[in-house]
Nanobody, 128 residues
Framework: QVQLVESGGGLVQAGGSLRLSCAASGRIFSNYAMGWFRQAPGKEREFVAAINWSGGTTYYADSVKGRFTISRDNAKNTVYLQMNSLKPEDTAAYYC?????????????????????WGQGTQVTVSS
């Protein structure tokens, strides 16, 4: 198991930016693809972005493509989500998660059931 702790959430105006961080401990961080999901009140958890074990491959949900950037620093056991041009509809609790596989396979990596460890979440609120 990998233990994950998110940080960096907060309140921001529409059009603003935030950077989320997810610090990992436990098993070897670089063995796993990592993902970010989000969940708004009354809605199901949805996929946001994923990055493979080396950081060389990324994948994004259409709703955030071009605005969000996922990255990782394996030396620091940390994955990041840079969020720019934020919209009120981005308001949600954001969760990072460790995948059971090292590489991205879109049909698998975008589903929550392929992730074995989850953080506690960090709230992002975008005001209009």
């Amino acid at each position: 198991q990998v233990q994950l702790v998110e940080s960096g959430g907060g309140l921001v105006q529409a059009g603003g930016s935030l950077r989320l961080s997810c610090a990992a401990s436990g098993r070897i961080f670089s063995n796993y693809a990592m993902g970010w999901f989000r969940q708004a009140p009354g809605k199901e958890r949805e996929f946001v972005a994923a990055i493979n074990w080396s950081g060389g491959t990324t994948y994004y949900a259409d709703s955030v493509k071009g605005r969000f950037t996922i990255s990782r620093d394996n030396a620091k056991n940390t994955v990041y989500l840079q969020m720019n041009s934020l919209k009120p509809e981005d308001t949600a609790a954001y969760y990072c998660a460790a995948n059971r596989y090292p590489d991205i396979r879109v049909a698998v990596t975008t589903t929550s059931r392929s992730y074995t460890s989850w953080g506690q979440g960090t709230q992002v609120t975008v005001s209009s």
